[in-house]
């Protein structure tokens, strides 16, 4: 069962649904067969991957996946909504809730956390106003740091570690203007502040198409950058290693079968 909420009212009607949002910290470990339900996060606002319907019910490319992954275990799925991650990830260190999908490991969450098998590769793309595209000559990322070009990135998101590297550079790190969100990114592009801006892919470019903002912004003709994988991230407080051992046997089904294919197809959502 999905608890699906929205408006002003998001945290006091999942209160209420759910009695505590510690109610999955107080479970016992997830075991199979499941005793209790899977309890996720999601954003409410981010299509095609997580979205209310006409209906306000929660879909999207992200919501079925883990309904399917979650179904194969024989598991119920709740999912708690609009939490901004960096909230989720607390969330899920205290074992409020279990599981996050599309999360990147890294030494520090691996103390807290167990990572499925990846499922997808992590991109990067470089986007520009649309009137400044034929004006940058750009082959890399490198390049941006050798010809001095201002870019846009949002605080605390990771790029990948040749761009973590060029931000080390003090030359290229005056160049750097950090926005709190997409919304202040796409102003810093349309009005100059920045020459172009970096964001996830396919992810940048559907979130452009969603604000109808694609043709004003456009993604550079350079080749998507791979960064890394994601996973699927379970606390250790709440989720066994068995149970973990279980979902990589059901991931990896639904990736040779074809499951995960179609889902992308139907969102939309389909790597470059």
């Given at each position: 069962?999905n608890?699906?909420?929205?408006?002003?009212?998001?945290?006091?009607?999942?209160?209420?649904?759910?009695?505590?949002?510690?109610?999955?910290?107080?479970?016992p470990?997830?075991?199979?067969?499941?005793?209790?339900?899977?309890v996720s996060?999601?954003?409410?606002?981010?299509?095609?991957?997580?979205?209310?319907?006409?209906?306000q019910?929660?879909?999207?490319?992200?919501i079925?996946f883990?309904?399917?992954?979650f179904?194969?275990?024989?598991?119920?799925?709740?999912?708690?909504?609009?939490?901004?991650?960096?909230?989720?990830?607390?969330?899920?260190?205290?074992?409020?809730?279990d599981?996050?999908?599309?999360?990147?490991?890294?030494?520090?969450?691996?103390?807290y956390a167990?990572f499925?098998?990846?499922?997808?590769?992590?991109?990067?793309?470089?986007?520009?106003?649309?009137?400044?595209?034929?004006?940058?000559?750009?082959?890399?990322l490198?390049?941006i740091?050798e010809?001095?070009?201002s870019?846009?990135?949002?605080?605390?998101?990771f790029?990948?570690?040749?761009?973590?590297?060029?931000?080390?550079?003090?030359?290229?790190?005056?160049?750097?203007?950090?926005?709190?969100?997409?919304?202040?990114?796409?102003?810093?592009?349309?009005r100059?502040?920045?020459?172009?801006?970096?964001?996830?892919?396919?992810n940048?470019l559907?979130?452009?198409?969603d604000?109808?903002?694609?043709?004003q912004?456009?993604?550079?003709?350079i080749?998507?950058?791979?960064?890394?994988?994601?996973?699927f991230m379970?606390?250790?407080?709440?989720?066994s290693?068995e149970?973990?051992?279980?979902?990589d046997?059901?991931?990896?089904?639904?990736l040779?079968?074809?499951?995960v294919?179609?889902?992308?197809?139907?969102y939309?959502?389909?790597?470059?």
């Amino acid at each position: 069962m999905n608890l699906i909420c929205c408006g002003s009212f998001v945290g006091f009607v999942l209160l209420a649904l759910l009695g505590s949002v510690n109610a999955a910290a107080a479970a016992p470990l997830l075991e199979l067969p499941c005793q209790r339900a899977v309890v996720s996060r999601s954003a409410t606002n981010m299509p095609p991957y997580s979205f209310l319907d006409e209906k306000q019910q929660l879909t999207g490319y992200r919501i079925e996946f883990m309904q399917q992954l979650f179904g194969r275990l024989g598991c119920k799925l709740e999912v708690l909504t609009d939490s901004p991650w960096k909230r989720a990830m607390m969330l899920l260190e205290s074992g409020e809730i279990d599981v996050l999908m599309n999360a990147s490991k890294s030494s520090d969450r691996e103390a807290y956390a167990w990572f499925s098998t990846p499922y997808e590769d992590e991109k990067v793309a470089v986007f520009v106003a649309a009137a400044q595209r034929d004006q940058l000559r750009l082959k890399q990322l490198a390049d941006i740091a050798e010809k001095g070009y201002s870019v846009g990135i949002i605080r605390g998101n990771f790029y990948g570690s040749q761009f973590s590297a060029l931000l080390e550079q003090p030359a290229f790190r005056k160049n750097v203007v950090e926005a709190i969100d997409k919304a202040a990114l796409y102003q810093f592009a349309l009005r100059g502040r920045v020459q172009l801006y970096l964001d996830y892919f396919p992810n940048g470019l559907l979130a452009l198409r969603d604000e109808k903002l694609d043709q004003q912004i456009v993604r550079y003709p350079i080749p998507p950058i791979t960064i890394g994988q994601v996973h699927f991230m379970l606390s250790k407080k709440t989720v066994s290693a068995e149970f973990v051992r279980q979902l990589d046997l059901a991931l990896t089904d639904m990736l040779r079968d074809g499951s995960v294919r179609k889902l992308q197809y139907k969102y939309g959502v389909m790597p470059e």
